[in-house]
């Protein structure tokens, strides 16, 4: 019997827009690889055994009689998930960006396996960048794998496995996957209601199975009752994304949390405040002195700065006070709400998280893809992940991994998100944004990397 998928992957599938895709995406910067792009795409099929469910489909059950099942794609052709592409001289960041944010917009293919990657070449100083893609439904529990993990390595020497003589299993018929489902009811009756929901697309039925499963954070949401403050930031989003990045070095967040205390989360969350504001005020927006942004932040349960082991998480509902004009003020007053948010039953518990959204410690990045979208519509406008990494350098293909951006994607009414990685001493923030709405992303992105020098500056 095919194994299928829970009702929340399904959910996933079935509730997703062609102009709203929900796939995170990641970019990763590399040295100049000996082999070129032939070498990097040897070794994404040398390591695809490592991730078997990325070589299979989503098959539907007729009728909707029951959840989607997995099975192997008879016609994989690696081919079509591991592109080639180039961007032109002189190589920019810019002209990098502009190829993240027209594969961030195009939907995956349901009818093949829900992932791609783009080789991409052609960059300054020789560089390559890998950009993955990856659906959510992919990330089905806490054992799940990214792609993009599976192909770095500690050490620049690390062999290919051995070759892989994989063949798909038989694709069941229409009256097989119909029988199935017929036994799944006889053995678990309570599936009949589960599936019966599901085919009617009822989506308030299925926001309620969510909030069940996830009582924890509206219980958690004291302020959720009242929508979050209404701005640019919440607003309809259209098909088209823009993509834009931003660097810290962790040495100088540190030096800012030791100066004024905190955790180096905190600081990240006081520089992303500011830059906020005063990406708010370039605007022209009303900021008043008790205008707040209202995020969902999840953050490592064990460990207070990137790079600390830590298998869990906790969301927070925190609100970010961009209209308080005084940083260490703002360092303060998110540091107080950070701690205080577990003592006040605004923390989500990492067991609830994983009812609600399936959540993987490798994809952590794909919580905002998993969320409700309805029910994160009326508690935030911003989802903002910050995933420790390794503080040693990584390798793909021998080549050393220089930079690695998340890209978050945007839920229903939320015209950004906020993507950070931790590694190798620096954190990368990847910020995705809905054209129309944030099309002057990369102005944010340049005041968050002047409101890390100003801070840094007036501590040292």
Do not use: C
């Amino acid at each position: 019997m095919a194994e299928r998928l829970s009702t929340l992957d399904a959910s996933y599938v079935y509730l997703e827009e062609a102009g709203a895709p929900l796939h995170v995406a990641g970019v990763l910067v590399l040295e100049p690889v000996e082999g070129g792009l032939d070498a990097l795409a040897e070794l994404v099929e040398a390591r695809l055994p490592l991730v078997p469910r990325y070589r299979q489909r989503v098959v539907p059950v007729p009728g909707h009689l029951a959840n989607p099942v997995w099975v192997d794609d008879p016609d994989f052709d690696v081919a079509y998930h591991v592109r080639r592409s180039a961007v032109p001289r002189p190589g920019t960041q810019a002209q990098l960006l502009d190829l993240v944010s027209r594969v961030t917009s195009r939907p995956l293919d349901r009818a093949r396996p829900l992932w791609e990657v783009y080789l991409v070449e052609g960059l300054a100083e020789g560089r390559v960048a890998v950009v993955t893609k990856t659906h959510p439904a992919l990330v089905d529990g806490l054992g799940a794998v990214d792609i993009a993990q599976v192909l770095l390595d500690t050490t620049p020497d690390a062999p290919l496995p051995a070759v892989d003589d994989w063949v798909p299993a038989r694709v069941p018929g229409p009256v097989e996957l119909v029988r199935d489902a017929l036994a799944e009811y006889v053995e678990r009756p309570t599936a009949v209601l589960e599936h019966a929901w599901a085919a009617a697309g009822d989506l308030r039925a299925t926001a309620a199975r969510v909030r069940s499963a996830a009582g924890g954070l509206v219980r958690a949401a004291g302020s959720a009752a009242v929508p979050p403050p209404q701005g640019p930031l919440s607003r309809t989003v259209g098909s088209q994304r823009r993509v834009a990045v931003a660097r810290a070095d962790l040495d100088d967040l540190r030096a800012i949390r030791k100066a004024h205390g905190g955790t180096v989360n905190d600081v990240l969350l006081t520089v992303l405040t500011g830059a906020l504001r005063d990406w708010l005020l370039s605007r022209g927006e009303p900021v008043l002195g008790s205008t707040v942004v209202r995020a969902l932040v999840p953050v490592s349960l064990q460990g207070e700065e990137p790079g600390a082991a830590g298998g869990g998480v906790s969301a927070h509902l925190v609100d970010l006070p961009v209209g308080e004009p005084n940083p260490w003020v703002r360092l303060a007053r998110l540091g107080y709400a950070m701690r205080s948010v577990t003592d006040s039953g605004r923390s989500v518990r990492a067991s609830s998280l994983v009812a609600l959204t399936g959540f993987a410690p490798p994809t952590l990045h794909a919580l905002g893809a998993r969320a409700a979208r309805g029910l994160s519509r009326r508690l935030f406008s911003l989802v903002v992940t910050n995933v420790p990494g390794p503080q040693v350098p990584l390798y793909a293909a021998g080549s050393r991994m220089l930079e690695v951006f998340p890209v978050v994607p945007l839920l229903s009414g939320q015209a950004l998100s906020v993507g950070m990685t931790s590694y190798d001493g620096r954190v990368h923030v990847g910020l995705n944004a809905d054209l129309d709405g944030v099309g002057d992303v990369e102005v944010l992105a340049d005041l968050l990397e002047q409101e890390v020098a100003a801070l840094t500056e007036s501590v040292r």
